[in-house]
Structures are given as C-alpha cells and as structure tokens.
C-alpha cells in the first residue's frame, strides 16, 4: 500500500511513493539516492541520519517519511555550493573534526542548527548542541573546534 | 528495523482526529521521539497512525491568571518562548533545555510527553509542581483533570483511547513566586535517574514534585523527607534503590534552594 508523498528536498521538490511505515531516512536514502543521511543506530540515538527539516536539525529515523509531507528538508548533499565546500565542512577538514566520517553529516546539519541561531556560541552550547550526535573515533573536542572555527568563518562571511 | 505495517492518515482538525481515532488500534503521532522508536523496535504496532502534528493545539500564551500550552509546543518552542521568562515559571525552560538533545528538542511535544508517560520523563515533575491541569477533549466534549490525577503509572494515563489532550493549563505563580528543575541524568540515556522540580511562593511556601525514582512523578506534599523516605522508589543496575533515594534527597535539595533564590532574587 503506497502512498505519494510530495516534499521539497535540498530545494527542488521531489515525489515518490513510500509505505507509510517507512521512516524519512530510507526514504532520502533508498527513494532518492542520498546515501548522505547515514544509519547508524537502532534506537534513534546516534544522529548518523541528522537532516534539516524547515531548517531544523531532526532525527530522520525517527519521523516517518509521510510527516515530512510538503516540508522543506535539507541533507548533507546540498551543504557544498557550486564545487566549494560549506565553511563548516572545510572547518571540519581544517579542525580535524572527523576522522572516519560516519557521524560527519549529522555533525555537520546539527552545527548548522545551531550556528543558524547562535552565530558565536560558546563551547558549552556547543557541546550542548551535539548531544545527540555520537562520534566514536574524535573524543569529540576536535569536532568542537571545528564548530566553533565554522562560527568564526561564518561570521566573517557574514561581515563581509 | 523498520516498524510493522501501519496505515497513516493525517488529522485536518481535532474533530477528525478523535474520529479517525475510534479505530482500536491506533494511536495518535505528533512528534514522534518518543512512539516512532518503540514502533522500530515494534514495542508498539498500532493498526494506524494519527498524525496531529499539524492542527492548531501549538503556542505559549497567557491569559488571565492562566499559562496555556498548546499540547504540540515542542521542547524549542517553550525554549524560545518569552512569556515564561519569568522567576515563577523558570523550571519550564531550565527542565526543556535538558530534555534529549537538540534533535528530540526540535521535534517532541509537551503533550507527547504527557500522553506517553515515561516514569523518568522531566516535564511532568515541573507541571506536578506548578500545578498544571489538562484539558481533554473526546467525542462527548471537554473534561479538565489535574496532572496528578492523570499520570496514574508507567506509560499509562487517564487519557480514552479516543481522547486528545486539548490544552495544558498552569495556574500562573503568584508574583514573588519562583521555581526551578534539577535533575541527575543517566550519561547515555539522558533520562533522570532522579530529578526534582520545586516552586516556591512570595510566602516561602514550597511545593516540590519528582521523577524517574517510581513508577510515575508525584508530588512529595507537606512533607518531602517523609515521602522521599516513604516512596516505593525503583532500583536498577545504574542506580540501586538506595542510591536513587539519596540522589532524589539531593535533587529535591538543591531544586527547592534554587526556586526560593529565584524567588527572593527575582531573576
């Protein structure tokens, strides 16, 4: 029994038919080919499968594929524009934020939250805001540089 | 895994949303941090899903000597919200800043967290101890009941099977007033092995509610050290019964010290 589903991904709006059970993550993965949104938990844990959903870093596996209907998602995939990477990718390069790379785009979508609100947070906010991404190589202090080195970068960005 | 076959239908309105309930199996979704993860490990396996999410029970607002939260107000949304920056409701945002982490915050719901009913969920102890009374709507209209009334044991509640909590109503604190929410979290889990949340009157009166040490959050009454030493408190291998009564002594401790700071303080 599949049902349409309609959503806007990283900016072009996109169809396919999906069961009802199936959850936002195989969707992007398996329905659209972006692998970028990882699995790489059970339990809703890990934040492999972090996404934007109307600019809001959510738990892909944890909302089914039909709540996203219409809504305006953003993966991984989008993050770099015209061949240049997004600063916050190049400041996980430059920070050593990332070592095999699997939490790396939820990582990344998760600070992209939070720097979307808190242009210059301070290290417990970043901490804060990464709780419920897991990295199991980093010991994550690198990964917390990289944030607030992409903050710094974005800042600038913005000044200039 | 993937959770068992279900069917889907999206709510227009609440009318529709407790029709579409009457369907013994199903069960309502809103955010769904709590219901997608035990529907994956298929804990639950309801027939159909009702998706709430999108009808007009969301917002913070004030009216009269009354606070009301719209059931669908996610954890960010109470954090983001100006009317409880306020001495009196304080714990609201200090116990939603806590909550999951920044994914779960973004998504979960105040009255997701209600309906679901895990014993060791925050939110509950802070609306125990303001005083919070729900307002449910089924086919045959409107009934208010107290929080304390509804939470009735894990993961159970009063809530009809073709019921919506409409509304979460919290008697605004008395000027002077202050409360506060803290909590000993389990490192991976997030969940409180013990948390407490206290409000404390321009008069010094304390009224302080706990969680994650029983099988449901309560209210400690007059007496807190009589009940936290009477309380059937549960044990596990993280923390032992013993453990968790004196963890519960601690928090209550400190939640009640900060509430009455912030009442005298004012901030």
Known sequence: ?160 | MIPAPVRYARASDVAHALELLAEPESKVVAGGQSLIPVMRLRIARPSLVVDISRLELRGVEIRGDELHLGPLTSWDELLEAAELRCPGLAAIGECAHGIGDLQVRNRGTVGGSLAHADPASDMPAVLLALGATLKLRSPKGDRVIPLAEFVLGPFTTALHAQELIADVVVPLPAPGSGSAYVSVEHPASGFALAGAAALAGPDGALRVAVTGITTQPFLLGDDPEEALEAAEIFGDRFAPVDYRRELAAVVVRRACESAVARAKGGS
């Open chain 1, 1 to 160: 029994m599949l049902e349409t589903l309609e959503l806007v991904v990283n900016g072009e709006p996109r169809s396919l038919d999906v069961e009802p059970r199936t959850l936002l993550v195989h969707a992007l993965r398996d329905g659209l080919g972006l692998t970028g949104a990882h699995i790489g938990c059970d339990t809703s844990q890990c934040g492999a499968c972090t996404v934007l959903i109307d600019n809001r870093a959510v738990k892909s596996c944890a909302v089914l594929a039909l709540q996203a209907e219409g809504a305006a998602i953003t993966t991984i995939e989008s993050l770099a524009a015209h061949g240049e990477m997004h600063p916050i990718q190049r400041s996980f390069i430059e920070n050593h934020g990332l070592q095999c790379g699997f939490c790396t785009p939820g990582l990344i979508l998760a600070a992209a939250d939070l720097l979307s609100r808190d242009p210059e947070p301070t290290d417990e906010a970043i901490r804060h805001a990464i709780r419920g991404n897991l990295c199991r190589c980093t010991g994550y202090q690198p990964i917390v540089e990289s944030i607030r080195a992409a903050g710094a970068a974005l800042r600038e960005e913005a000044s200039r």
